[in-house]
């Protein structure tokens, strides 16, 4: 299905899903926190982590009290994933046009918001841990302001770092 939505004009080539979106199976998750950014709507909201950085536009993670004792061992300097709810986002689209693309790309071949389960993904660098105050300031982020937090996993040079292409 194409054309129209309640989220707006789709654009050409865009095949949103073709029946009722889904009842939600619980898969138990909670919000642990929220990030804090400078970004208060999508027009301003930068596209990935790379154009983050390139702002300048320092960030945090806010912590909620019951999670805080988890974030023992957490130093400033090092990186880590943060994977979020984006709240924001639509979820019924199988079919994208990213504006930058020549043609009409699946969303699974796409790292954009849009999908049906829309978690997203960000490599941060720690800048300061305050675990009593549950605070993570961030090198940079490329979520909106208030966006749910879902969890914080360490990056792992020994077992993040994809292999070397065969010679």
Known sequence: ?????????ARAGEIALDAPFP?????????IGRI?????DRSTCPKNMARARE???PARAEVFAPWRPALAGLAPGRFVFLL???HAARRDLLVQMPRHAERPTGTFALRSPVRPNPIGLHLVRLMGVDEE???L??????????TPLLDIKPWFDTVDRPPEEPA
């Open 1 to 9: 299905m194409s054309g129209d939505t309640e989220h707006g004009a």
């Open 23 to 31: 009842e939600a199976d619980d898969a138990g998750l909670v919000f």
């Open 36 to 40: 804090r950014s400078s970004h208060a």
């Open 55 to 57: 702002g300048g536009a």
């Open 84 to 86: 979020t709810f984006l």
């Open 133 to 135: 105050r549950g605070i």
């Open 137 to 146: 300031e961030l090198d940079a982020i490329d979520v909106l302001d208030e």
